[in-house]
């Protein structure tokens, strides 16, 4: 990523991004939008759940290694497959509150 990155330095990379792709860093704590962007192509790719995920914490860890953004960039891959096989935006809703927003928020109360 970082040899294709700095290919095209003039992208309109988010100030964290560009001071990673240039600083040589392997990771940084970003929680960017970066994260989501970057993983639409997976769940076409692949079409098990497992899969899904696993490639998608792949891709996401090599920038943005931050909790949220792997949740945002899992979220982003499940929604895309949950599309993909044509289940209804209400379904895709609870799927998504009920497999991430639920346990995420649970978790923030109990802190």
Same mark, same amino acid.
Request: net charge negative; aromatic share 10%.
């Given at each position: 990523m970082i040899d294709i990155g700095l290919k095209y330095p ?11 792709? #240039? ?5 940084? &704590?970003?929680?960017?939008? *970066? +994260?989501?962007?970057?993983?639409? @192509? /997976? ?7 497992e899969t899904i995920k696993e490639e998608c914490k792949t891709? #996401? ?5 931050? &909790?949220?953004?792997?949740? *945002? +960039?899992?979220?982003?891959?499940? @929604? /895309? ?16 509150e009920n497999h991430y927003i639920k346990p995420f928020t649970?978790?923030?109360?109990? +802190?």
């Amino acid at each position: 990523m970082i040899d294709i990155g700095l290919k095209y330095p003039n992208c309109s990379y988010g100030s964290g991004f560009l001071r990673w792709l #240039t600083t040589g860093h392997k990771v940084y &704590e970003s929680n960017g939008n *970066g +994260a989501a962007m970057r993983v639409s @192509a /997976i769940p076409v790719v692949f079409k098990d759940e497992e899969t899904i995920k696993e490639e998608c914490k792949t891709v #996401t860890n090599v920038s943005h290694n931050h &909790e949220e953004s792997l949740m *945002g +960039a899992e979220i982003a891959c499940m @929604a /895309i497959d949950l599309a993909l096989k044509n289940k209804s935006k209400e379904f895709i809703k609870y799927y998504i509150e009920n497999h991430y927003i639920k346990p995420f928020t649970d978790s923030i109360d109990r +802190a």
